[in-house]
């Protein structure tokens, strides 16, 4: 299984990126994909998450800003972070689980992708 991200970068406050991650191995429309961050000294974050029926789910911190999505057809999900702020400044790890009712059976991480915001 492999779950590769890419779309990090260094953008000036108030700039966008946009996150992508592709995912090989998985039955990729069966599982809830999400994105987390880790800050400097800080604890990984769940800042957004999307089910297969495409329900989704955002840490208050990011709410209007960030939209997350899927292309079950490409086996990709993407974050588009726009309004950045310097306290967006993280490593975004993408991540896929698959739940059978409330129990997770199977939960992979990609590597992470660097996102900086200068003030």
């Known amino acids: 299984v492999q779950l590769q991200a890419s779309g990090g970068g260094l953008v000036q406050a108030g700039e966008s990126l946009r996150l992508s991650c592709t995912a090989s191995?998985?039955?990729?429309?069966?599982?809830?994909m999400a994105w987390y961050r880790q800050a400097p000294g800080k604890q990984r974050e769940l800042v957004a998450s999307?089910?297969?029926?495409?329900?989704?789910n955002y840490a208050d911190s990011v709410k209007g800003r960030f939209t997350i999505s899927r292309d079950n057809a490409k086996n990709t999900v993407y974050l588009q972070m726009n309004s950045l702020k310097p306290e967006d400044t993280a490593v975004y790890y993408c991540?896929?689980?698959?739940?059978?009712?409330?129990?997770?059976?199977?939960?992979?991480w990609g590597q992470g992708t660097q996102v900086t915001v200068s003030s």
């Open positions: 991540n896929a689980k698959d739940i059978v009712l409330t129990t997770t059976i199977r939960n992979y």
């Open positions: 999307i089910t297969s029926g495409g329900t989704t």
């Open positions: 191995g998985i039955i990729f429309s069966r599982y809830v």
